[in-house]
């Protein structure tokens, strides 16, 4: 049974701070794994796709990485803002069909 | 391009009650998903439809039942609702293997 951890549970870092996101997965033969922010109360909003075969993903101050072999992956945030304020969820995809399964997230908190 | 569109946004229920959320898929999309999140929990897996048909299915009673429609929408219906029903239920929409789309939820209260 796969399972997903993201430790810590929350973070506070001040403003222009870069910082790592952690996610670990138990089951290392995944299909892809997407990172996602939640904004309080609201839906996910995908940040990220790194399909299996891929070492990592970028998309403006966001860049993602993905070790199968040691189940984990990360997500860098460059320069953070206030904005980025947030929790940010990792999910991994076992099959093409697959459902996902999300770790609990960790809620980022960027001070001016 | 509109994503996925969910309705109602809240609804408050009784125990007892039997509710229904409905789901638009993002255009282009033909597989539909539910999940269900609890307060300060990640997101679980209900089910999942493709060509109108259950084709995956989570660790969830059946109680909770939904159908797809030839449009690809969705409905989640569940009955008997209990207060630990009470959740941000959110679809997700994909097509083939990319990644998933996901709508800003319905918030269920049961009280």
């Known amino acids: 049974k796969q399972e997903v951890t993201q430790i810590p549970a929350a973070l506070s870092v001040p403003e222009g701070e870069n910082l790592v996101l952690n996610c670990s997965f138990t089951?290392?033969?995944?299909?892809?794994l997407q990172w996602f922010r939640q904004d309080p109360g609201k839906g996910l909003t995908s940040l990220l796709l790194?399909?299996?075969?891929?070492r990592e993903q970028t998309s403006g101050r966001l860049n993602a990485s993905l070790d199968k072999s040691s189940g984990r992956s990360t997500l860098y945030i460059a320069a953070s803002q206030p904005g980025d304020s947030a929790t940010y969820l990792c999910?991994?995809?076992?099959?093409?069909?697959?459902?996902?399964?999300f770790g609990k997230g960790i809620t980022l908190s960027v001070r001016p | 391009d509109a994503g996925v569109t969910q309705s109602p946004t809240h609804l408050i229920k009784t125990r007892g009650q039997q509710v229904t959320l409905r789901c638009s898929p993002k255009?282009?999309?033909?597989?539909v998903s539910w999940y269900q999140q609890a307060l300060g929990q990640g997101p679980q897996f209900i089910f999942q439809?493709?060509?109108?048909?259950?084709?995956q299915r989570g660790n969830f009673p059946d109680r909770f039942s939904g159908h797809q429609f030839p449009n690809y929408s969705s409905e989640l219906n569940v009955n008997a609702l209990l207060l630990g029903d009470s959740a941000l239920y959110l679809c997700?929409?994909?097509?083939?293997?990319?990644?998933?789309?996901f709508g800003s939820g319905t918030r269920l209260t049961v009280v």
């Open positions: 089951d290392s033969a995944i299909y892809n």
């Open positions: 255009s282009g999309h033909d597989t």
């Open positions: 790194i399909q299996s075969s891929q």
């Open positions: 999910a991994v995809r076992t099959g093409a069909n697959s459902k996902l399964t």
């Open positions: 997700a929409s994909s097509l083939g293997t990319s990644g998933y789309t």
């Open positions: 439809y493709y060509e109108e048909e259950e084709r």
